[in-house]
């Protein structure tokens, strides 16, 4: 097979794999080998997600158990080292993002363009599937879009929180010239008021109980910032709006409370795109106002043909992505940052791993 590749690679890398809960430990692994259509990348940058961090801490998300030693991350950019003989699409030496569902391509879900309900996606670091906390990854070519200089790895990564938005966005219909509610203002919901911002929503109106995020939110373009310590988030929206609501809103901290807030914080006729995953499966909500009021309610996974979009608005500078990175640790460090991740909500925004040395 020919394989196209930058000179002297090495035979063996380190990779932070979770052994149990609340264990990570850096280890060597060989190099990993590439498919014909495959490509594999030095990873330069990983965000660290929330699903990242519930494995950490549980060993499981809902059905998806760590039944073996598990490499973590899934928010990643990186540089081409080396491409199989039908992977034609880059060079070694390109810098690109890295899309983390491979999917089949065939299935009914794949064919209708939303491949992210495909059920034989290999999505990283959802077991058993490793991720990309590791200096080098192996990835099929058409889950890797080019980034240009002006984009840094960082900001590439967070082109993965970033789809979420872009997807409950879409998911939504959001216009330009509405209003929108976003619940929860962790990476995603920060994310999502970047998204907003894009899809030319003209008022964006955001609730958390952290100092912090909502200082961040209003940064990236949010107009009011509703800390839920101080005030009835409710309540505010209907003062913002005039006593009629918000024309769409997202729930982006899988809070119940939360939701039933985003819900009923809705006009006639308004849109809610649920993208947080409670811990339990039953949520009570007002049937009688969803049925009232003819609202139409979305459920948000994960993404799709959002990757280039995404790519295009963050190397427009629409907002100043790079911000929300406020802890940055080598791969050796790999289980300090989920920790970090973990117990500092008050003083972290989004936590960042890099595989070969922070630059």
Do not use: W
């Given at each position: 097979?020919?394989?196209?590749a930058?000179?002297?690679?090495?035979k063996?890398i380190r990779a932070?794999?979770?052994?149990?809960?609340?264990?990570?430990?850096?280890?060597?692994?060989?190099?990993?080998?590439?498919?014909p259509?495959?490509?594999?990348?030095?990873?330069?940058a990983?965000g660290?997600?929330?699903?990242?961090?519930h494995?950490?801490?549980?060993g499981?998300?809902?059905?998806y158990?760590?039944?073996?030693?598990?490499?973590?991350?899934?928010?990643c950019?990186?540089?081409?080292?080396?491409?199989?003989e039908k992977?034609?699409?880059?060079r070694?030496?390109?810098?690109v993002?890295?899309?983390p569902?491979v999917?089949?391509?065939r299935?009914?879900a794949?064919k209708?363009?939303?491949?992210?309900l495909?059920?034989?996606?290999?999505?990283l670091?959802t077991?058993?599937?490793h991720?990309?906390?590791?200096?080098?990854?192996?990835?099929r070519?058409?889950?890797?879009?080019?980034?240009?200089?002006?984009?840094?790895?960082e900001?590439?990564a967070?082109n993965?929180p970033f789809?979420?938005?872009?997807?409950?966005?879409?998911r939504a219909?959001?216009?330009?010239?509405?209003t929108?509610?976003?619940?929860?203002?962790g990476?995603?919901?920060?994310?999502?008021?970047?998204?907003?911002?894009?899809?030319g929503?003209?008022?964006?109106i955001?609730?958390?109980l952290?100092?912090?995020r909502?200082?961040a939110?209003?940064?990236?373009?949010?107009?009011?910032?509703?800390?839920i310590?101080?005030?009835?988030p409710?309540?505010?929206?209907?003062?913002l709006t005039?006593?009629?609501?918000?024309?769409a809103a997202?729930?982006?901290?899988?809070n119940?409370?939360?939701?039933?807030?985003?819900?009923?914080?809705?006009?006639?006729?308004?849109?809610?795109?649920?993208?947080g995953?409670p811990?339990?499966?039953?949520?009570?909500?007002?049937?009688?106002f969803?049925?009232?009021?003819?609202?139409?309610?979305y459920?948000v996974?994960r993404y799709?043909?959002?990757?280039?979009q995404?790519?295009?608005?963050?190397?427009?500078?629409?907002?100043?992505?790079?911000?929300l990175i406020?802890d940055?640790?080598?791969?050796?460090?790999?289980?300090?940052?989920?920790?970090?991740?973990?117990?500092?909500?008050?003083?972290?925004?989004k936590?960042?791993?890099?595989p070969n040395?922070?630059?």
């Amino acid at each position: 097979m020919s394989v196209q590749a930058l000179p002297r690679l090495p035979k063996t890398i380190r990779a932070a794999i979770l052994n149990r809960p609340m264990e990570v430990e850096t280890i060597e692994l060989p190099m990993p080998e590439i498919g014909p259509d495959e490509v594999l990348v030095k990873v330069m940058a990983v965000g660290v997600c929330g699903s990242d961090v519930h494995y950490y801490e549980h060993g499981r998300i809902g059905p998806y158990v760590v039944e073996a030693p598990l490499i973590l991350g899934h928010e990643c950019a990186g540089i081409v080292a080396a491409a199989g003989e039908k992977a034609t699409r880059f060079r070694p030496g390109d810098r690109v993002a890295i899309e983390p569902g491979v999917v089949c391509g065939r299935c009914d879900a794949c064919k209708s363009g939303r491949y992210n309900l495909c059920p034989s996606v290999k999505f990283l670091a959802t077991p058993p599937v490793h991720g990309a906390f590791a200096q080098y990854i192996a990835m099929r070519e058409d889950f890797l879009f080019p980034i240009p200089d002006s984009l840094s790895f960082e900001e590439a990564a967070m082109n993965e929180p970033f789809s979420v938005g872009i997807h409950a966005a879409k998911r939504a219909g959001l216009q330009p010239g509405t209003t929108l509610a976003v619940m929860g203002m962790g990476p995603v919901g920060l994310m999502a008021v970047v998204a907003a911002k894009a899809f030319g929503v003209a008022e964006i109106i955001v609730a958390d109980l952290e100092p912090i995020r909502l200082e961040a939110a209003l940064r990236l373009g949010a107009a009011h910032a509703i800390n839920i310590r101080e005030r009835d988030p409710l309540a505010e929206i209907k003062r913002l709006t005039g006593g009629a609501g918000v024309d769409a809103a997202f729930e982006t901290a899988g809070n119940p409370k939360a939701l039933q807030t985003a819900l009923l914080s809705l006009k006639r006729g308004g849109k809610l795109s649920i993208v947080g995953l409670p811990p339990q499966d039953g949520i009570e909500l007002n049937v009688p106002f969803i049925a009232d009021n003819e609202v139409d309610i979305y459920g948000v996974f994960r993404y799709a043909n959002t990757y280039p979009q995404g790519i295009a608005f963050l190397s427009s500078g629409i907002a100043d992505v790079a911000s929300l990175i406020t802890d940055r640790y080598p791969l050796e460090k790999a289980g300090e940052a989920l920790e970090r991740a973990r117990t500092n909500k008050s003083g972290s925004l989004k936590v960042m791993v890099y595989p070969n040395g922070i630059e």
